[in-house]
């Protein structure tokens, strides 16, 4: 399958129904094939190799990576400043960063000042935006409070909520019928019926959301689908490391390691990696301690913010400010657009300094609700 990207949507050249032989899926792997693991990727294979003999993944940088998915305050304000950190002056790098990425609460006025005679559309990131980040990923609740201002919200502006975890997942989790969803990082967004993008319609498919209503569906990754059900059913046995989850997000996989001890991330990230060999359109991304297995498409949250601009009727810049408030590396697809041609304004949600695409910070999500409330004073 080749991918060809315009402005808005991967157009599958090909669309031909799935076959083995054009995904190319290893004979043991087709859908529903009773084949287990392969002897090269068993966990028990796995967990039989000595330590540090797990050359695969600090070549290729994984477990650099999934140290700096978390690391330790020094660490980060190190790398901000290129190893220039007055011994402990945590506050001074901060500082810095602020100037650089200032906070979205007292900008308010200057992003309100931009906002005068454009219609505002507001894009949201669930975990540790909306919610705090917890060990139990099924346990990411966002509070009353916030349910109420995302609501309030979203009877001003058009909103909508793109996140990593499946459609289904985050409505669950998000209870708000007046918002836009959009799934497995904006590989599944479904939006109303009657707004069709002018790109490709043909990759759109009608559905009834929760409530029965028509809807439009667009699902990039569609022909993924047994693929990602198969590897799922294979990642899940590295739940036999302690701590280690696994979870099915539709069109991409989330295997995490927050609560795995870390001296055992190298067997989780070998097992991940030997799992993927068999799997060259299949990729990893890195998000908050956990490895996202996605299809190797060119499509990410940037794309489904500009996909939902367009199919909202919202084309010409002069008239929208889109504001997009996420927290993960998979946000920075979302900042990078709406930096390009100063289109809108990212958010980034962090209490440490970090490299970002994004204009303004906001620390963590008490301080999102803060600003979304704001948001609501100003409208009203
Ligand atoms: O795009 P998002 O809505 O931010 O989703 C990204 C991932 O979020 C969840 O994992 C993260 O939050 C968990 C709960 O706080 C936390 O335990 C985990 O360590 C974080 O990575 C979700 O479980 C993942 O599937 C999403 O990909």
Same mark, same amino acid.
């Given at each position: 399958? #080749?991918?060809?990207?315009?402005?808005?949507?991967?157009?599958? !050249? #090909?669309? =031909?129904?799935?076959?083995?032989?054009?995904?190319?899926?290893?004979?043991?792997?087709?859908?529903?094939?009773?084949?287990?693991?392969?002897?090269?990727?068993?966990?028990?294979?796995?967990? @039989?190799?000595?330590?540090? %003999?797990?050359?695969?993944?600090?070549?290729?940088?994984?477990?650099? =990576?999934?140290?700096?998915?978390?690391?330790? @305050?020094?660490?980060?304000?190190? %790398?901000?400043?290129?190893?220039?950190?007055?011994? #402990?002056?945590?506050?001074?790098?901060?500082?810095?960063?602020?100037?650089?990425?200032?906070? !979205?609460?007292?900008?308010?006025?200057?992003?309100?000042?931009?906002?005068?005679?454009?219609?505002?559309?507001?894009?949201?990131?669930? #975990?540790?935006?909306?919610?705090?980040?917890?060990?139990?990923?099924? @346990?990411?609740?966002?509070? !009353?409070?916030?349910?109420?201002?995302?609501?309030?919200?979203?009877?001003?502006?058009?909103?909508?909520?793109? $996140?990593?975890?499946?459609?289904?997942?985050?409505?669950?989790?998000?209870?708000?019928?007046?918002?836009?969803?959009?799934?497995?990082?904006?590989?599944?967004?479904?939006?109303?019926?009657?707004?069709?993008?002018?790109?490709?319609?043909?990759?759109?498919?009608?559905?009834?959301?929760?409530?029965?209503?028509?809807?439009?569906?667009?699902?990039? !990754? $569609?022909?993924?689908?047994?693929?990602?059900?198969?590897?799922?059913?294979?990642?899940?046995? &590295?739940?036999?490391?302690?701590?280690?989850?696994?979870?099915?997000?539709?069109?991409?996989? $989330?295997?995490?390691? @927050? %609560?795995?001890?870390?001296?055992?991330?190298?067997?989780?990230?070998?097992?991940?990696?030997?799992?993927?060999?068999?799997?060259?359109?299949?990729? &990893?991304?890195?998000?908050?301690?956990?490895?996202?297995?996605?299809?190797?498409?060119?499509?990410?949250?940037?794309?489904?913010?500009?996909?939902?601009?367009?199919?909202?009727?919202?084309?010409?810049?002069?008239?929208?400010?889109?504001?997009?408030?996420?927290?993960?590396?998979?946000?920075?697809?979302?900042?990078?657009?709406?930096?390009?041609?100063?289109?809108?304004?990212?958010?980034?949600?962090?209490?440490?300094?970090?490299?970002? %695409?994004?204009?303004?910070?906001?620390?963590?999500?008490?301080?999102?609700?803060?600003?979304?409330?704001?948001?609501?004073?100003?409208?009203?």
């Amino acid at each position: 399958m #080749d991918v060809k990207s315009t402005k808005t949507s991967p157009v599958l !050249a #090909d669309s =031909a129904p799935i076959n083995k032989s054009r995904l190319g899926i290893h004979s043991s792997r087709l859908p529903y094939s009773q084949a287990g693991p392969t002897s090269s990727n068993n966990i028990l294979t796995i967990l @039989r190799k000595k330590r540090g %003999n797990f050359d695969d993944v600090w070549t290729n940088g994984w477990l650099d =990576a999934m140290r700096s998915s978390s690391p330790p @305050r020094k660490n980060i304000l190190q %790398n901000f400043t290129s190893g220039e950190v007055a011994s #402990d002056d945590g506050d001074i790098a901060h500082r810095a960063w602020m100037t650089k990425y200032p906070s !979205a609460l007292s900008s308010f006025r200057q992003i309100m000042d931009c906002a005068k005679n454009r219609k505002l559309v507001v894009f949201l990131d669930y #975990d540790g935006t909306l919610s705090p980040i917890v060990d139990n990923p099924d @346990r990411a609740f966002m509070s !009353a409070e916030m349910r109420c201002a995302v609501k309030s919200v979203a009877k001003y502006f058009p909103t909508a909520i793109i $996140s990593g975890r499946s459609r289904d997942k985050v409505y669950g989790l998000v209870r708000l019928k007046e918002l836009y969803y959009a799934g497995s990082h904006g590989m599944d967004i479904m939006f109303p019926a009657e707004e069709i993008p002018s790109g490709d319609r043909s990759i759109s498919t009608k559905s009834t959301d929760q409530q029965g209503k028509e809807v439009n569906l667009f699902q990039p !990754a $569609s022909e993924f689908l047994p693929m990602i059900n198969e590897v799922f059913k294979t990642l899940v046995e &590295i739940t036999n490391v302690k701590g280690a989850k696994v979870e099915n997000h539709k069109f991409c996989v $989330s295997v995490h390691y @927050r %609560n795995v001890d870390e001296n055992s991330w190298p067997i989780v990230a070998q097992f991940v990696y030997d799992v993927l060999k068999e799997y060259p359109r299949l990729r &990893i991304t890195h998000g908050r301690k956990v490895l996202e297995v996605r299809p190797v498409i060119d499509w990410d949250k940037g794309k489904a913010v500009e996909f939902l601009l367009e199919s909202l009727g919202f084309t010409t810049n002069q008239d929208v400010l889109p504001i997009y408030i996420g927290d993960d590396r998979t946000d920075e697809d979302a900042f990078k657009v709406l930096r390009s041609g100063n289109r809108g304004y990212g958010i980034l949600v962090s209490a440490v300094p970090k490299e970002t %695409n994004a204009f303004f910070s906001l620390r963590d999500p008490s301080e999102v609700k803060k600003f979304l409330e704001s948001l609501v004073r100003m409208k009203q």
